[in-house]
């Protein structure tokens, strides 16, 4: 009988698993040891990422530059950035592009004699023109690349609809290489497809992961390209479509109402405390406020946005004032023109300020494995040994401090001449949701969110307290 | 107009995501830095643990040992291992406790004049005898710990429902140490107060996560003890009485029909290839493969089931020939009892084996983040230098190997005198899910779930070419 036997394997189980600790290795000194050991209680204990996120994701949803959904981001944020102790909150003015989605997006295969007719999961790419009612019938072409495309004769495009279908690498560790290896697809592709004549252009959807869930994103067309109408289909759809290809020509039936509208003015938020004692010397952390229609963009970029205004609360929560001028900017419209990022940029170079720090938040809510350093070559040469002399206190919570970062809307800053670091959280879940229907609250996990405001929080604490030139 | 504009910040964006690089150092060798990318690779593009878990934590489900569920795991795992290359598969027959559930579970509130009747999310603890169709109503007490139920008067806790409800410390970075510091509440509480003379005995689940998701798990009763029905309440469900006790006494209403049968027998699952210049060695991986009855067991344990199947099967695909004997077990009741662990030592010893290492994944499948090596404290102190040295090949795919290793079902093995091995996935979402009826697929991603298998197929790769004696 089980309650006659083995009550020692109770006891061993919990000697197992409590075994192993966390010894932090003392780098500055105790002092900061035991400060981010605060840093970090307070976020798991007192974090409000969450509850913050839930209300952008979920209470506004998204919230691409130019809709209502962004208009009510700026005024949460600045609600929230005004209640948690920044003595001055403002708003930016910045110019920013206005596309809408309208309502039906249809992706159907209309021909085929093995399968009939089938409707492919898709959704337009943001700067997508509309196909109007009429939709658009053409053949498809696939290529894997855009040089393959480049290199068909235009005749055989003319009129046809182009197929991206070049997969995401799923040996790259770091998914976002993977991303980074197949998005020219996305970005340049339908540009590239409609100078060759094509009618429209469609992309796999940009995840490792075989599902029927579709990707939108942005694509650019350059001055004075023919626009067309451009869509992603999911990577069940993308395969079921190639294998098809294989047998049979295949003709698409493409129809959606997407319109590119007048620019509209928008706002980035900007929280900021006055430094007590080198007021010149700016530690900026920020994520996008704007984020895709379709879903409610919890991870991108909302995860960016709540890290950064808890980083600091975190810190004033806990009586820490700073010495350095502290900002926390909301960007707006990363995602398809970063109007805000060079609206900042701009303001910032004409007034001559100095950013000696710039922390990015943009690469979701999940747990957080490293802060990236980056900023200009002999800049980052010189500056980088001060700020790794900390990284025995953060690797304690497994953050790693390594070369590599900065982020789209802080790389503008890099001629301050500054160091501009990434938050590098886990990345094998982040392209499961990006740019998606499903990037919403339940795929963020509160401690693996908080824990990144912690990991940020400790590198303002650290570059407020020593600067980067080594004190 | 976006199409217009800012070309340059697409290419800028590509070039930030695409800036850091795995640059794998070499400590033994380039030919183990490229065979170990290999084993990524070949995981990540080809690794079967999603399918095998989706089949084992869903087509099969709850398989607590001695359920039909068990039975169909022992079968499906013994059909898998068979197919997958392992020379012998065989099944090492064990004895184990045969606890069922029963159908209702009910836990209300019924006497409060602020709150009326209210029902608590409730499951009963494993062990736990039924209270009958006639339930048990009794006064709630309300302790934060053992040592405060002890120091009651017995005259005080007779009759009475014990409620155990000091949370897991959330502060804790690693959650099985806040897990290890609760509890004790759900595994030692409800004996405790049945010495005191309590009814029944209700315990807040073990998660740091606020919400209505009760969390079985075994509570032990020593030989002798008096038998007491016992349950788990949601951690919001304890929160509301908690509060609701502080201004009215409360009395509640338990419901179940659990019940312990007389033992059974049941199978590990050991499959097994000899080496061919060591065969005395031998290289353990495993994982159990009983699970709580109300979710799929897919973190716990399917993920550590398939990872070992999988860590095994990796290496033979590329054709690596094992020089030592190689066995993969998936251990029967560890949830309950340790049948399968206790059985497979005892005939270990007694054939006089020397496990040279052993690796066990326990922990959930998300992404890996180290490999823990333990063992007899000598034993650890003379051979973890050699493992060591392993660290750089290891760490560049994210994973340290850091002290405190072992696990429930290999500690038994620790008088053989080799090192015990334990995978460390990241442990945030763990006890999210742990001993839950939401512990299922859904709850898995893919590529986390394939890199666990690769951190322990280049264990055990480095284990067999070299050792652990510094060769």
Known sequence: MIHKLHYCYFVLLISVITSSSIAPCIAQGND??????NIYDHSLQ????????????EDIGGRLAGSPGAAAAVEYTKQVMSEQGFAAVSLQP????????????V????????????TLAATSLGNSIGTGPGGITGRVIEVMSLDELMELDPADVDGKIVFFNRPMDPTQLHTFRAYGGAVDQRGSGPAKASSMGAAAAIVRSMTTRADDIP???????GEGDRLIPAMAISTNAADQLSALMKHEDVTLYLENHCELKADKKSYNVIGEIKGSKYPEEIILVGGHLDS???GGGA??????CVHSIQSMVTLLELGYEPQRTWRCVMFMNEENGLGGALAYAAESNQKGEYHMAAIESDAGGFTPRALAVGGDKDIFEQKFPAVRAWRDMLSSYGVELTPGGGGADINPLKSQRGLLFGLRPDSQRYFDYHHTAIDRIEAVNQRELELGAAAMSSLVYLL????????
């Open 215 to 221: 990707h939108t994103g942005v694509t650019v067309f």
């Open 46 to 57: 007192n974090g409000q990422c969450y509850q913050w996120l839930t209300h952008l994701s």
């Open 464 to 471: 407020d307290k020593y600067g980067i030139d080594g004190e």
């Open 32 to 37: 900061d040891v035991f400060f981010i050991k």
């Open 292 to 294: 895709w229609d379709i």
């Open 94 to 105: 910045c110019m920013v592009p206005h596309w809408v989605r309208g309502d039906t997006e």
């Open 299 to 304: 991870h991108d970029d909302g995860s960016g």
């Open 107 to 118: 992706a159907k295969i209309v021909n085929s004699e093995r399968i009939g007719t089938i």
